[in-house]
């Protein structure tokens, strides 16, 4: 079992190599989009959309040329994505769908409100197969139950959300945060819908869901972690247990980063990229704004430790406890995180305003800098189809010219 040592700055060339943010583009257009997320696994969806939602975020940073319809397309037009749990609200690849089926086999088990969900199903359906498509609003059955997200929820929203999550349903398309249903038996090629699940054991479950998460951030730890959220069942000890199977097998690889007491860990398919990090490859460093649920920060501990960037999103926090904003975005720059930004999306009037950005202690306001900010900040604004710039008035040193 070969293991490899990295200085502090080689594993962060390391992740973000492996990441496509660093150099020059790796991803590329709606081909890009399918192989980053072959890579990945998932990409989280939120939809809050204060200057693009999550999942846009995290690929306008890494796709060259990305545009939201792209994202719009691969999962509503061409079927290559899908909209469904992974590590929570996610957008997975189509021919994934069969490893989720012991996900499905639970909620047809443990959801809330099977009997009154089973009662209207069938009605459900018929009423897409006419339609092609619905949401809850379509639907009226005139009854409220408690659900996960509130205890006065219509029936035909909990039913709908019920027999997507059993795989029933999925997602035929959105407008705006509204979802529409359709029959899963309507899109889904026939061989993953009638699939057997891949993992039929616990163990194997677990270890696919491992290196799934491990690629997905591109190092990791064997410690409890956000990136581990919504794998079901996985205690520390079967985690311990599957490393332990991984390494044995050479599935993995461990790292030691100096300065770090914690081992981690990288795929095996990924040795061939820290033997190019060893080699100390000149890299052209961008700038670009991250996604507050991007793939790379899911373990913000582990951030810490290795870009000693402290990143919490404070949507949730309340106003008078937050340090920065409600939406802020991490500016990573070359290796290293060198702020945040406030942004938001004017839709009314097609603006993108800066309303802050905060520099980390030790970054300097230089021309380089402002040059380089001024150029993503252009980009940024394109990507969220906006035809001016404003800047907050507090700001003076960015407005200079």
């Known amino acids: 079992m070969q293991q490899y040592n990295l200085t502090n700055r080689q594993a962060r060339r390391f992740i973000l190599l492996k990441q496509g943010l660093i150099g020059g583009h790796k991803f590329a257009g709606k081909e890009g989009i399918k192989q980053f997320i072959n890579q990945a696994g998932c990409v989280q969806y939120d939809p809050i959309d204060i200057c693009g939602k999550n999942a846009e975020l995290v690929l306008q940073a890494r796709i060259k ?10 999962l509503y037009k061409d079927r290559a994505l899908l909209d469904y749990y992974d590590k929570n609200l996610a957008i997975i690849r189509t021919g994934d769908w069969k490893y989720f089926k012991r996900i499905r086999d639970y909620f047809k088990i443990h959801s809330l409100n099977l009997q009154q969900v089973e009662a209207v199903s069938e009605q459900i359906k018929e009423l897409i197969r006419e339609k092609g498509s619905v949401c809850s609003k379509d639907i009226d059955f005139g009854q409220k139950l408690n659900w996960y997200w509130g205890n006065d929820t219509s029936l035909s929203r909990v039913a709908l959300e019920t027999m997507y999550f059993m ?3 999925i997602i035929h ?9 359709c029959l899963s038996e309507d899109f889904i090629p026939e061989e993953d819908l009638q699939a057997e699940d891949p993992n039929p054991k616990d163990e194997d479950y677990l270890e696919w869901n491992i290196l799934r998460r491990i690629s997905a951030a591109g190092l990791l730890w064997n410690k409890p972690s956000d990136a581990w959220l919504f794998i079901r069942n996985m205690k520390a000890q079967d985690r311990n247990k599957i490393f332990l199977k991984l390494l044995k097998e050479n599935k993995i690889i461990e790292v030691s980063v100096e300065n770090m007491k914690e081992k981690l860990y990288c795929l095996e398919a990924d040795r061939d990229l820290i033997e190019e990090i060893l080699k100390e490859p000149v890299l052209k460093p961008r700038t670009e704004f991250l996604a507050p649920l991007d793939n790379m920060i899911w373990d913000r501990k582990l951030i810490k430790a290795l870009f000693n960037f402290d990143y919490k999103w404070e949507i949730y926090t309340p106003e008078s406890e937050r340090r920065f904003g409600y939406y802020v975005l991490p500016i990573l720059s070359g290796d290293r995180f060198i702020g945040r930004i406030e942004i938001i999306n004017n839709r009314k009037i097609r603006c993108l305003q800066i309303k802050n950005i905060w520099l980390e202690p030790d970054m300097k306001q230089t021309k380089k800098l402002s040059d380089s900010l001024r150029k993503t900040i252009n980009r940024f604004a394109k990507f969220n189809d906006c035809e001016q710039i404003e800047y907050s008035s507090s700001l003076f040193f960015w407005n200079e010219t």
Request: hydrophobic content about 25%.
């Open 65 to 74: 040329g990305f545009r939201k319809q792209m994202l719009y397309d691969l």
């Open 167 to 169: 795989g029933e349903l």
């Open 173 to 181: 398309h959105k407008k705006g945060t509204i979802k529409y249903y």
